[in-house]
């Protein structure tokens, strides 16, 4: 059992940058791989970023690629997604979860734990 907690959302203007973080508890963090989704209002949840167990691959959608990047620390339980050049589009509820039953790293299906989300609105 994974229990996760997302944080660092907020407004910020278009160009700028936050850094999403996500404090995992439980058992056997470090075995698993981690993602990031988000969902904006309308939408479906989409698959943003992806880091496996060590930290060594990581897996980017499309429009994340240069400007998002997915980091982990296992001594500290934590997942973090450093989002920079923000634009309006990225506005959306922002997810971590834990890849617990598939190994496809982008399939929502794969992830089975799931955090509560947080907000990130940007603003043109």
């Known amino acids: 059992q994974v229990q996760l907690v997302e944080s660092g959302g907020g407004v910020v203007q278009a160009g700028g940058s936050l850094r999403l973080s996500c404090a995992a508890s439980g058992r056997s963090f470090s075995s698993y791989g981690m993602g990031w989704f988000r969902q904006a209002p309308g939408k479906e949840r989409e698959f943003v970023a992806a880091?496996?167990?060590?930290?060594?691959?990581?897996d980017y959608t499309d429009s994340a690629k240069g400007r998002f990047t997915i980091s982990r620390d296992n001594a500290k339980n934590t997942v973090s997604l450093q989002m920079n050049s923000l634009k309006p589009e990225d506005t959306a509820v922002y997810y971590c979860?834990?890849?617990?039953?598939?190994?496809?790293?982008?399939?929502?299906?794969?992830?089975?734990?799931w955090g509560q989300g947080t907000q990130v609105t940007v603003s043109s």
């Open positions: 979860a834990a890849r617990s039953r598939g190994i496809s790293v982008s399939a929502h299906s794969s992830y089975g734990y």
């Open positions: 880091i496996n167990w060590s930290g060594g691959t990581t």
